[in-house]
């Protein structure tokens, strides 16, 4: 990867892979986090669970499901 010092960032694929929000899919004992692009399951990639930032941009629509836990 070539470094460039003016914008100080290094292009390809280490930006566009970063970019957006994200969807946990699994999440490890380890630590790792297994994440996907909204859209993209097939894609999916880990990550280590510390480099994971809450996203706080627009509006994401999203599918909540509700469980009622009874004792027995």
Known sequence: LLFNSRL???P???WSRWSG???I???FS???V???KSGEEDHSFKVNGQRLK???G???IRHKVASLLEDP
């Open 30 to 32: 380890h630590g790792a």
């Open 8 to 10: 100080r960032l290094f």
């Open 58 to 60: 627009g509006e994401l």
């Open 54 to 56: 809450i996203y706080k």
């Open 12 to 14: 390809g694929k280490l």
């Open 25 to 27: 899919k699994r999440v």
């Open 34 to 36: 297994e994440v996907f």
């Open 21 to 23: 929000p994200f969807v």
